[in-house]
Structures are given as structure tokens and as C-alpha cells.
């Protein structure tokens, strides 16, 4: 064993050398970037060019539109993930609760009441404003699905089940986000059959062959077209994969206990 | 080089030095630690690393004296859209390995979330989550 | 004075071998809470590091999830199985 620790030391270091010395200028960071990240600023918001996003965040619009399959298979192993998680442990735990269990003590679960809110608010925020300041989706699910782990610890899983969270409700919501994104990217592809033009499966603005567009400003205020949307039904489907997970591994119990 | 010159570089140098070190210790712990909740650790640690790596790459340095931009633009001021956009151009920093990146990090915790679930069955199968024993015992 | 690009990438070098420090000390402690409580510590830190390399949709994806919901799931799953690794 000692022998082939020594024999793999030797060998990293001599690689990490040569790569340092071979690839010295494109590793540490220059003051231009590439070609293709030039693209990318030049036209995610630009209302001058015919293949823009409209969106001031670059990264948003790479992520939902100019990228936006990527983002959609991203989803599904996400969905499988927790499909087959559910599947190993699906006998293994039970849904009905007679009554709660003992949680801690009083100050903290009055903190706790007062605080549930403000965690709401802000993750709604982070997620509904993606497309103008750093935010999106993801960031404004992951925030929402911290508040069902701190209520399960803090008062105790049978409070949320008798609450009436169940996973079969919990796994209908992240289907019903799930739904919402797939029908928001086939929109404009249907509309243009009934309209007679030809367009795209994730179009979200006018391309130079196909010239039907989403709205890029309701009342005033800048949506984006399709990326708000996008943005909404990804949060839901988020906080409900995350919440299904914890209270899956909270809930879980051995063989034995089911024979007994 | 001059002397700030040489400074700037080495500082970047050590933060590349450090990612490669915790890349090493974390592939050394997945391997040969015996442990299963351990070796988790160590791939979580793992993958943040080369995530960091790649946003390192697609940062940007000072031009003369103006420092470089979160590329998000915060002026839409309709009338003076071409200057705003030449000058945003010149000023961000790579957008295209940060919506990488995102997804990367989504899916390794999907994978995370997998292998800890698959923790608890084995634990209620063997007793144990020691691999040594695990690999020893036949069927 | 340090004029102000040094100074940024001074914070970064201080907080990548903190980051080193505290990978190293959890891989090497043998009580797996202590492991998971370094490694939420280095995770903060990467934080920290995301935010001056301009990555703020990655930073804000990272927290929650590295410093919250991963170190949650495996405290539930040592408290479930065993607490020590043996030697």
C-alpha cells in the first residue's frame, strides 16, 4: 500500500508541473476575454440586433434561452434523482401520524413563527427579479426549501404531515412545475402552427426566420418574454424536490421495526 | 516584469496552487478512507473544487485602472444603448462559465441526495458502513 | 496603501489557504460531525471566493446549499447510523 501512495504522489506532481508550464497563459486570468463571451454581452440585451434576449442579466439569458435545453435536461436528472430515492425507501416509511412530537422549547419555536415570512419574501424575490439583478430559479428555490428543514427540526416531522404536507402533494406541485416550463417552451412553437408562421421550440424573441415574438415589457415593467415564467414554475418545482427529499431521510425506518 | 506585476501573478498563483491541493486531498480521502459517510465528504469537496476551477478561468483583470463588472447592466437608458453596450463589453467578466457552473452544481447534489439515501439502505442491510467489512462479506 | 487591485487578490490568496486548511482537518478527524462542520466551514469560504471572483448567481445558489441542506441531510444520516470511524 505504501508503495503505490508514493508511486501516485510522484506521478501529480510531475503532471501538475507540466500543465503549469505549458498552459501558463491561458490558466492564470488576462485583462480580455474570449470571442464567444463577447457574443454573449453584445446581444443579451441590445434592442438593435434581430437575435437578442432581451434580458439585462447575461447569465440568466444564457441559462434560459440562449442555453435553455441544457437547463431542461438539468431538470429531468433532477426529477430522476428523487424518483429513484422515493423508490429505494418506499416501504420503509409511513404517512400516518396520530400526533406531533416533541419539539424545543418556546423561544425558539416563537422565533421561528416570526422569521418563516421573511424567508418566504426573500426567496420570492431572488426568484421573481432573475431576469434584471443576479437571481433566477434555482437561487430562489434552494432559499425557500431551507425554511421545511429548519420547521421539521424545529417543531417535529409529525407537525408538517399533520399540517397537511404530505408527499403525494409535495410530488403533484413539482409536477405541476415541471408542466408549466414544458408548456411555456412549446408556446410560441404552437401559436406559430396556428398562425400560419414558422417558429422555433424555445423561442423567446423574433429570429430572422421565424419573426412571431413573446412580450417583452407588460404595463411598463421588463419580463423578458418566456424567462419570468421560466423563473416561477422553476422555484416551485425546487422547493418541492428539496422539501419531498428531507422529509423522505427524516421519516425513514429499518426492516425490523416494519416486522415487529 | 515589474515588481506589482510579479506580486499580482503570484497571488492568483496561490489561489490555482490551493484548488489543486484540496483536489488531491479530496481524491486521496475518496480512495483510501473507509468510511462511507467519509468518502461522501470528500466527493462533495471534490466537486466544488473543479466548479471553483472553472469560474477561475473566466475571470477577468484590472484594464489601467478600472476594475472589472459583474456582467449584469444597470443602465438601460434607451438613448445612449450603443456606448453602454461597447463599454459593458469591454469591462465584464465571462458570463458563459458561470451558467455552466450552475447547472454542474445542481446535478451534484442531485447525486448527493441519491448517495445518501443509498447510505441509509445499506446501513440497514449490513449494520455496518465500514466498506473493509461490506467487501469481505459474500452475498 | 495597497493600491486596490493587489488588495483584492490578497483576500483572495488568504481565504483560498484557509479553504486548504480546513479541507485538510476535515479529511483527517475521525468524529464524523466534526467532518461535516469543517466541511460547511470550507464551503463558506468558497463563498466567500465566489463573491470576489464576480459570481453572484453562483454564490447565491452555493449557500443554501452547501452550508444548509447537504451538511443537514448527512447529520440525519450519521445520527441514523454510526457516529466514529474506525481505524
Same mark, same amino acid.
Given at each position: 500500500?505504501?508503495?503505490?501512495?508514493?508511486?501516485?504522489?510522484?506521478?501529480?506532481?510531475?503532471?501538475?508541473?507540466?500543465?503549469?508550464?505549458?498552459?501558463?497563459?491561458?490558466?492564470?486570468?488576462?485583462?480580455?476575454?474570449? *470571442?464567444?463571451?463577447?457574443?454573449?454581452?453584445?446581444?443579451?440585451?441590445?434592442?438593435? !440586433?434581430?437575435?437578442?434576449?432581451?434580458?439585462?442579466?447575461?447569465?440568466?439569458?444564457?441559462?434560459?434561452?440562449?442555453?435553455? +435545453?441544457?437547463?431542461?435536461?438539468?431538470?429531468?436528472?433532477?426529477?430522476?434523482?428523487?424518483?429513484?430515492?422515493?423508490?429505494?425507501? *418506499?416501504?420503509?416509511?409511513?404517512?400516518?401520524?396520530?400526533?406531533?412530537?416533541?419539539?424545543?422549547?418556546?423561544?425558539?419555536?416563537?422565533?421561528?413563527?416570526?422569521?418563516?415570512?421573511?424567508?418566504?419574501?426573500?426567496?420570492?424575490?431572488?426568484?421573481?427579479?432573475?431576469?434584471?439583478?443576479?437571481?433566477?430559479?434555482?437561487?430562489?428555490?434552494?432559499?425557500?426549501?431551507?425554511?421545511?428543514?429548519?420547521? $421539521?427540526? !424545529?417543531?417535529?416531522?409529525?407537525? @408538517?404531515?399533520?399540517?397537511?404536507?404530505?408527499?403525494?402533494?409535495?410530488?403533484?406541485?413539482?409536477?405541476?412545475?415541471?408542466?408549466?416550463?414544458?408548456?411555456?417552451?412549446?408556446?410560441?412553437?404552437?401559436?406559430?402552427?396556428?398562425?400560419?408562421?414558422?417558429?422555433? !421550440?424555445?423561442?423567446?424573441?423574433?429570429?430572422?426566420?421565424?419573426?412571431?415574438?413573446?412580450?417583452?415589457?407588460?404595463?411598463?415593467?421588463?419580463?423578458?418574454?418566456?424567462?419570468?415564467?421560466?423563473?416561477?414554475?422553476?422555484?416551485?418545482?425546487?422547493?418541492?424536490?428539496?422539501?419531498?427529499?428531507?422529509?423522505?431521510?427524516?421519516?425513514?425506518?429499518?426492516?425490523?421495526?416494519?416486522? *415487529? | 516584469?515589474?515588481? !506589482?506585476?510579479?506580486?499580482?501573478?503570484?497571488?492568483?498563483?496561490?489561489?490555482?496552487?490551493?484548488?489543486?491541493?484540496?483536489?488531491?486531498?479530496?481524491?486521496?480521502?475518496?480512495?483510501?478512507?473507509?468510511?462511507?459517510?467519509?468518502?461522501?465528504?470528500?466527493?462533495?469537496?471534490?466537486?466544488?473544487?473543479?466548479?471553483?476551477?472553472?469560474?477561475?478561468?473566466?475571470?477577468? *483583470?484590472?484594464?489601467?485602472?478600472?476594475?472589472?463588472?459583474?456582467?449584469?447592466?444597470?443602465?438601460?437608458?434607451?438613448?445612449?444603448?450603443?456606448?453602454?453596450?461597447?463599454?459593458?463589453?469591454? @469591462?465584464?467578466?465571462?458570463?458563459?462559465?458561470?451558467?455552466?457552473?450552475?447547472?454542474?452544481?445542481?446535478?451534484?447534489?442531485?447525486?448527493?441526495?441519491? +448517495?445518501?439515501?443509498?447510505?441509509?439502505?445499506?446501513?440497514?442491510?449490513?449494520?455496518?458502513?465500514?466498506?473493509?467489512?461490506?467487501?469481505?462479506?459474500?452475498? | 496603501?495597497?493600491?486596490?487591485?493587489?488588495?483584492?487578490?490578497?483576500?483572495?490568496?488568504?481565504?483560498?489557504?484557509?479553504?486548504?486548511?480546513?479541507?485538510?482537518?476535515?479529511?483527517?478527524?475521525?468524529? @464524523?460531525?466534526?467532518?461535516? $462542520?469543517?466541511?460547511?466551514?470550507?464551503?463558506?469560504?468558497?463563498?466567500?471566493?465566489?463573491?470576489?471572483?464576480?459570481?453572484?448567481?453562483?454564490?447565491?445558489?452555493?449557500?443554501?446549499?452547501?452550508?444548509?441542506?447537504?451538511?443537514?441531510?448527512?447529520?440525519?444520516? $450519521?445520527?441514523?447510523?454510526?457516529?466514529?470511524?474506525?481505524?
Amino acid at each position: 500500500m505504501k508503495l503505490i501512495e508514493l508511486v501516485i504522489l510522484i506521478v501529480v506532481v510531475l503532471a501538475v508541473a507540466l500543465l503549469i508550464t505549458v498552459g501558463f497563459e491561458h490558466i492564470i486570468p488576462s485583462t480580455s476575454v474570449r *470571442r464567444l463571451a463577447e457574443f454573449y454581452l453584445y446581444t443579451a440585451y441590445n434592442p438593435l !440586433v434581430n437575435y437578442t434576449a432581451m434580458s439585462p442579466e447575461a447569465v440568466t439569458a444564457i441559462v434560459w434561452d440562449f442555453r435553455g +435545453l441544457d437547463t431542461l435536461f438539468e431538470t429531468s436528472v433532477f426529477y430522476l434523482a428523487l424518483i429513484g430515492s422515493l423508490a429505494l425507501v *418506499r416501504g420503509l416509511f409511513v404517512e400516518h401520524v396520530e400526533k406531533s412530537g416533541h419539539g424545543l422549547s418556546i423561544i425558539v419555536r416563537t422565533v421561528t413563527r416570526i422569521t418563516a415570512p421573511m424567508i418566504i419574501a426573500v426567496g420570492a424575490s431572488i426568484g421573481l427579479h432573475g431576469h434584471l439583478t443576479p437571481g433566477g430559479g434555482f437561487q430562489g428555490g434552494s432559499v425557500i426549501a431551507v425554511l421545511p428543514m429548519i420547521v $421539521i427540526v !424545529v417543531f417535529s416531522a409529525g407537525f @408538517l404531515v399533520l399540517k397537511g404536507v404530505t408527499t403525494s402533494k409535495l410530488i403533484t406541485t413539482r409536477s405541476l412545475g415541471l408542466i408549466g416550463i414544458g408548456v411555456t417552451a412549446i408556446a410560441l412553437f404552437l401559436a406559430g402552427l396556428a398562425l400560419g408562421t414558422s417558429a422555433y !421550440v424555445f423561442q423567446n424573441m423574433a429570429k430572422p426566420a421565424a419573426q412571431i415574438s413573446m412580450p417583452v415589457s407588460i404595463g411598463g415593467a421588463l419580463i423578458s418574454g418566456t424567462l419570468w415564467f421560466f423563473n416561477l414554475f422553476e422555484m416551485f418545482a425546487v422547493a418541492a424536490g428539496f422539501t419531498i427529499a428531507f422529509l423522505a431521510i427524516m421519516m425513514a425506518r429499518t426492516l425490523e421495526a416494519e416486522k *415487529r | 516584469m515589474s515588481s !506589482v506585476e510579479m506580486l499580482n501573478t503570484y497571488f492568483l498563483s496561490i489561489v490555482l496552487a490551493s484548488l489543486l491541493v484540496n483536489t488531491t486531498i479530496a481524491l486521496y480521502a475518496l480512495f483510501f478512507k473507509p468510511h462511507y459517510v467519509k468518502k461522501v465528504i470528500a466527493l462533495t469537496i471534490f466537486s466544488d473544487t473543479v466548479n471553483t476551477f472553472a469560474i477561475f478561468i473566466g475571470y477577468r *483583470r484590472w484594464v489601467g485602472q478600472t476594475p472589472p463588472r459583474v456582467p449584469v447592466l444597470t443602465d438601460l437608458n434607451q438613448n445612449a444603448i450603443e456606448n453602454t453596450i461597447e463599454e459593458f463589453k469591454s @469591462l465584464a467578466v465571462d458570463p458563459l462559465p458561470q451558467a455552466l457552473v450552475l447547472t454542474a452544481i445542481v446535478i451534484g447534489l442531485a447525486v448527493i441526495l441519491f +448517495l445518501v439515501f443509498l447510505g441509509w439502505i445499506l446501513y440497514s442491510h449490513y449494520k455496518t458502513l465500514d466498506m473493509r467489512e461490506i467487501r469481505g462479506l459474500k452475498g | 496603501m495597497v493600491p486596490g487591485e493587489t488588495g483584492v487578490y490578497l483576500l483572495m490568496a488568504i481565504m483560498s489557504l484557509l479553504s486548504a486548511i480546513a479541507v485538510y482537518m476535515a479529511i483527517r478527524e475521525r468524529d @464524523l460531525v466534526r467532518a461535516v $462542520i469543517y466541511s460547511a466551514l470550507q464551503s463558506g469560504l468558497y463563498a466567500i471566493l465566489y463573491f470576489l471572483l464576480l459570481a453572484p448567481d453562483i454564490g447565491l445558489v452555493y449557500i443554501p446549499v452547501a452550508v444548509g441542506l447537504i451538511p443537514g441531510v448527512l447529520l440525519v444520516l $450519521i445520527s441514523k447510523t454510526e457516529r466514529w470511524e474506525r481505524e
